[in-house]
C-alpha cells in the first residue's frame, strides 16, 4: 500500500472521517530529540482542542515529555491528548493534573540483560559499535530496548547517512533474533534496532487505541515521516488506519495548518469518561 503526502490527499474527505489524529515525534513533530519548534507548539496545541490526539512514539516517556508535554502551551487540552511511547507498549493519560500511566508491557530485568548483552555482543562483531556516540548507544525504555548506532542524541543528518540502505540496521536485527525468538527484533529509526514483546509496534499501538476509545481502526489518521514497507510508521497503516505521510516537521506544519483550516472547534471531547479514570 503507497502512502501519500498529505499534499496528495483529499484532506476534506479525510478530516470527514477521522475521528482521532495520532502523530509519530521524531523527524514528524520534532526533530529527534529536539523539542517542537514555537510554531508547532501552537498548532499542536490548538489541534488537541479540537479532536483527539494521540502521541504514538518509538522513543521513551522520557523522551516524549521532553520533545512535547513540557511544551505545550496553556490552551493545550491535554485530557484529550493520548500519549503511547515505545510503540504503543507504555499508555499514559492527563489525570488529576500529571501523566499518569494506565498499562505498560514492560521487560523484566534478566531478559532486559540479555537483550543488552547481545547487542553489544553482535554490534561488535559486525563493526557497528562506531568510536564516535552522541549519548548512550544502548537505552532501556522499559517495554523495549533500543539500540542506537550513533548514540541517542546523533544529530538527524549523521544518522540518515549512515545506513542509507538500512542493511546495516537489518544485519543486526537478523543476529540478535536469533538469540531471542519469543521476543521481536526490529529496525527502528534511521540508525537503531528496537527489542520488544511480539506484537508491540504501531499496529498494536493504534489497534489498542481503538479498542479504548470504541473506534474502528478505520477512523484513526496516523502521522508519520517513515511510511515505507519496513519504515516504523508504517505498521499503523498495515493496522487500518488511513496513513499521512510528511517529508519532516516543516512539512508537518503545513499538514497542520491545513487540519486547523477544516477541523472545526468541538467543545465535547470524544473519550470525557476516560479522562477521569
Given at each position: 500500500m503507497v502512502v501519500q503526502s498529505w499534499t496528495e490527499l483529499d484532506l476534506d474527505e479525510l478530516c470527514g472521517k477521522a475521528c482521532l489524529f495520532g502523530f509519530d515525534l521524531d523527524n514528524t513533530l520534532a526533530s529527534s530529540k529536539q523539542p517542537m519548534k514555537p510554531a508547532m507548539i501552537e498548532r499542536f496545541s490548538e489541534l488537541t482542542t479540537r479532536i483527539p490526539v494521540a502521541l504514538i512514539s518509538g522513543g521513551s516517556m522520557a523522551v516524549v515529555t521532553m520533545q512535547v508535554l513540557d511544551v505545550l502551551n496553556d490552551h493545550a487540552a491535554r485530557g484529550?491528548?493520548?500519549?503511547?511511547?515505545?510503540?504503543?507498549?507504555?499508555y499514559y493519560r492527563w489525570q488529576h493534573g500529571q501523566w499518569t500511566l494506565i498499562y505498560a508491557h514492560d521487560l523484566d530485568k534478566p531478559t532486559v540483560e540479555a537483550i543488552e548483552s547481545s547487542l553489544e555482543r553482535h554490534a561488535k562483531a559486525l563493526g557497528l559499535w562506531e568510536p564516535e556516540v552522541w549519548g548512550p548507544r544502548i537505552e532501556n525504555r522499559g517495554s523495549q530496548i533500543t539500540f542506537s548506532a550513533l548514540g541517542q542524541y546523533a544529530p538527524v543528518a549523521v544518522k540518515q547517512h549512515w545506513d542509507p540502505d538500512d542493511s546495516k540496521k537489518h544485519a543486526l536485527a537478523a543476529?540478535?533474533?536469533r538469540d531471542f525468538p519469543d521476543l521481536r527484533v526490529r529496525t527502528g529509526g534511521y540508525s537503531s534496532v528496537d527489542v520488544s514483546k511480539h506484537g508491540i509496534d504501531k499496529a498494536y499501538a493504534v489497534r489498542k487505541l481503538a479498542e479504548l476509545l470504541g473506534l474502528s481502526v478505520e477512523h484513526i489518521a496516523f502521522v508519520g515521516d517513515r511510511m515505507t514497507p519496513g519504515g516504523n510508521d508504517y505498521p499503523a497503516v498495515e493496522a487500518g488506519a488511513m496513513g499521512i505521510k510528511v517529508n519532516d516537521p516543516a512539512d508537518a506544519l503545513g499538514l497542520m495548518d491545513a487540519l486547523l483550516q477544516r477541523i472545526a472547534k468541538h467543545p465535547d471531547s470524544l473519550d470525557d469518561s476516560l479522562a477521569d479514570q
Open positions: 484529550n491528548l493520548h500519549v503511547m511511547p515505545t510503540s504503543g507498549s507504555r543476529r540478535v533474533s
